[in-house]
């Protein structure tokens, strides 16, 4: 059984784990799932590491080594299970809802084993990523709290429904390669910057195959167009400005530089009204125009006006994809929802994409357990922005 450790978005990295999991023909027998991980089974081995490393919202995976009914039936057995251990090496835990008295229970439990056994075994603190009681998870941005190889490992507690699991971590998510991007590409701008975490996790909700190609009619600076190709696929964005083509063209340049991409997969930039574009794709992807930036909530009078405009240019953007797209296609977008000062909200209007031969895509047919949702809002990380966004996936009907 191995635990995944879901992301700040939980129903965003419920459904990318599920479409994924899809893609590869991994099939899995689905355990239990909590509003912070899931518990799947495989039939089996699989490189975990690549998995996480493919993902943008799974923050760890966990092999689950054994369940205890109370923590008065520890024993060492799930010891023999743990990988890597050598004569000396360095231990720590993590939870997410373990009470602060299991913790320590555990550490006491192996403290005693190791100085019994005459193991030299040094017991390293977790840095908190929440002052929460329950929360002792060490924070994804340090990736582990010390470097994890053959000298160290760290043990996973859960705490589900008195039921005691105790894992240990085997992959985590490693957002130096994000980082990287996001801050050496050539050049950016920060209206027009969509996070490269969040875009892994569109990419995937396309579930599309390494080498297809998927189209983005709003390129902008080319976030979408950069992780495209270093997830593997043909890329072709278009923008109606002459500016942000270049800065594209010259962003998917340099990736394909730096991680070493040269004769692997293509890129193509069209400097054009995303409205009149023919193309040939396997799928969409796109976070679009949402309107003026907004210094303070609008009034309905604007709210309207500006719902008014976008939903004129969405029509036309829907349009002209399903002019060029095969039935079954896939679209994944944001689509925003404005806000009011007067506390209304405005939608986009639903024949936009209706009309033009789109409906939602159905994903319970993925998994019916996993409870996955299709639109999922989607919130910035102190939720402050002005403009509420939902993740959407369109199937062309």
Not at 281 to 286: Q, R, T, Y
Not at 294 to 305: G, M, Q, S, T, Y
Request: hydrophobic letters at 35%; a positive charge.
């Amino acid at each position: 059984m191995y635990l995944f450790l879901l992301g700040r978005d939980p129903f965003l990295s419920k459904l990318e784990i599920a479409i994924y999991l899809n893609k590869q023909n991994i099939s899995y027998s689905f355990i239990l799932q909590t509003e912070k991980y899931l518990i799947l089974d495989f039939n089996k081995d699989l490189d975990f590491k690549k998995i996480i490393y493919d993902l943008g919202g799974i923050t760890r995976i966990v092999k689950i080594l054994k369940k205890y009914n109370s923590s008065k039936d520890f024993d060492n057995k799930f010891i023999d299970f743990i990988e890597y251990i050598d004569n000396k090496f360095n231990f720590s835990f993590s939870s997410i809802d373990a009470s602060k008295d299991l913790m320590n229970e555990m550490e006491f439990f192996l403290k005693d084993f190791f100085k019994k056994e005459k193991i030299k075994a040094v017991y390293k603190k977790p840095r908190k990523h929440s002052e929460k009681e329950k929360n002792y998870i060490v924070n994804p941005d340090n990736f582990y709290s010390w470097k994890l190889d053959k000298k160290g490992f760290e043990l996973f507690l859960i705490d589900y429904k008195n039921i005691i699991y105790v894992g240990q971590t085997i992959a985590c998510f490693n957002s130096n390669d994000l980082k990287f991007k996001d801050k050496n590409r050539p050049l950016k701008k920060e209206l027009y910057a969509t996070s490269f975490r969040l875009v892994r996790i569109m990419i995937n909700l396309l579930g599309l195959k390494e080498n297809q190609t998927f189209y983005d009619p709003f390129c902008g600076t080319g976030t979408f167009l950069i992780e495209g190709l270093f997830l593997k696929y043909n890329v072709i964005g278009s923008d109606k400005s002459s500016e942000m083509c270049q800065i594209s063209k010259d962003n998917c340049n340099w990736i394909i530089k730096n991680f070493n991409l040269y004769n692997k997969n293509t890129f193509k930039i069209i400097n054009r009204s995303s409205d009149q574009i023919n193309f040939k794709a396997d799928g969409v992807c796109f976070e679009p125009y949402m309107g003026p930036f907004l210094n303070n909530l609008p009034n309905d009078f604007r709210a309207k006006k500006i719902i008014s405009n976008l939903n004129e240019l969405y029509f036309k953007i829907f349009e002209n994809l399903s002019k060029n797209l095969k039935k079954g296609s896939k679209v994944v977008c944001v689509l925003p929802q404005l806000k009011t000062f007067e506390k209304t909200t405005y939608d986009i209007n639903k024949n936009v994409y209706l009309e033009n031969g789109f409906k939602f895509l159905d994903v319970s047919k993925i998994d019916d357990n996993m409870h996955l949702e299709n639109p999922i809002f989607y919130s910035t990380p102190k939720n402050k922005s002005k403009i509420n966004r939902y993740i959407c996936i369109f199937e062309k009907i």
